[in-house]
């Protein structure tokens, strides 16, 4: 599995119609269980594990149509945008970038998404 097992009641992922839901991907190594300490790797791990979860049901990121970005330090924002762009191309998926109090595991990231088959 390309991504982290769900660490709650709930799916990684529905499956509705067309659309794919997915659940917010920390940046959990699904091997591991691990987790990196800064914000650069952890931004790359989370979109990695989110790519994991669309590759289980076919898609890719060219097939994402919304995100939403938590980070626990908005100041991370600038870091998070441009590894962001190494996994998104345009037309870019529409976006929200949010700071919360908190995140699980005290990890500084969270990327869920929206894609259409």
């Known amino acids: 599995m390309d991504y982290p097992k769900a660490i709650g009641p709930y799916s990684a992922y529905r499956v509705a119609g067309n659309l794919v839901f997915c659940s917010g991907q920390i940046p959990l190594e699904p ?34 149509v919304k995100t939403t970005v938590f980070l626990a330090d908005i100041a991370d924002f600038n870091a998070v945008n441009e590894i962001y762009g190494e996994y998104f191309k ?28």
């Open 31 to 64: 091997n591991t269980g691990k987790i990196a300490k800064d914000i650069n790797a952890q931004a790359h791990q989370a979109l990695k594990n989110v790519g994991g979860l669309l590759k289980e049901v076919g898609l890719s990121y060219e097939n994402v």
């Open 90 to 117: 345009e037309p870019y998926p529409a976006r929200s970038a949010v700071a919360v109090k908190d995140l699980p595991k005290g990890v500084k990231i969270e990327v869920e998404v929206i894609a259409s088959k």
